[in-house]
T-cell receptor
Framework: GQQVMQIPQYQHVQEGEDFTTYCNSS?????IQWYKQRPGGHPVFLIQ?????EVKKQKRLTFQFGEAKKNSSLHITATQTTDVGTYFCAGSGATNKLIFGTGTLLAVQP | KAGVTQTPRYLIKTRGQQVTLSCSPISGHRSVSWYQQTPGQGLQFLFEYFSETQRNKGNFPGRFSGRQFSNSRSEMNVSTLELGDSALYLC?????????????FGEGSRLTVL
């Protein structure tokens, strides 16, 4: 069945450094979503990408959807302590079943 | 607008018991999805209901079941609890479906099985 993997599992950065998490699906996706979960909280929607090669920006966050619609990335420029949390990608394929990636836990040291 | 409400927030059960969790979606949302979150397995998809019909199902044993009522509220049930069922159970609602747009998550129900 459909699987979505993310790397790295964990990333520790100094405040001000950049951060990137990568998401890979075993099947072609119709769209991909990104969520952020703060420690002790619930996942919160960040963005959805639909088109092949799509790039979207939200302030310091840049999201990309691969040309083959099987991979995606989230890049954070100049991390801040408020960026701490686990970032999940979630992909939807032909069955419209939304499968979450394994997540990347980001720790930011002030 | 009220968010997604899950009850109970915390519960402790023993092996062999059964549990029912409830989820009230955002008003107007017809889709409710359930996810199991554990430290080792991440967010695992359980099932999705849309207008009282199960639209999709994950790879969980038959001990896990759910239903949705005409007011879109949903319940999930786990029978014959096992230690490995200890997890945070998250419910999420959406106006159009889990695979088509933003999911709005509840705070979760944390289940501990002893």
């Amino acid at each position: 069945g459909q699987q979505v993997m993310q790397i790295p599992q964990y990333q520790h950065v100094q405040e001000g450094e950049d951060f990137t998490t990568y998401c890979n699906s075993s099947t072609t996706l119709s769209n991909i979503q990104w969520y952020k979960q703060r420690p002790g909280g619930h996942p919160v929607f960040l963005i959805q990408l639909v088109k092949s090669g799509e790039v979207k920006k939200q302030k310091r966050l840049t999201f990309q959807f691969g040309e083959a619609k099987k991979n995606s990335s989230l890049h954070i420029t100049a991390t801040q302590t408020t960026d701490v949390g686990t970032y999940f990608c979630a992909g939807s394929g032909a069955t419209n079943k939304l499968i979450f990636g394994t997540g990347t836990l980001l720790a930011v040291q002030p | 607008k009220a968010g997604v409400t899950q009850t109970p927030r915390y519960l402790i059960k023993t092996r062999g018991q059964q549990v029912t969790l409830s989820c009230s979606p955002i008003s107007g949302h017809r889709s409710v999805s359930w996810y199991q979150q554990t430290p080792g397995q991440g967010l695992q998809f359980l099932f999705e209901y849309f207008s009282e019909t199960q639209r999709n199902k994950g790879n969980f044993p038959g001990r896990f079941s759910g239903r949705q009522f005409s007011n879109s509220r949903s319940e999930m049930n786990v029978s014959t609890l096992e230690l490995g069922d200890s997890a945070l159970y998250l419910c999420a609602s959406s106006p159009t479906g889990a695979g088509t747009g933003e999911l709005f998550f509840g705070e979760g129900s944390r289940l501990t099985v002893l």
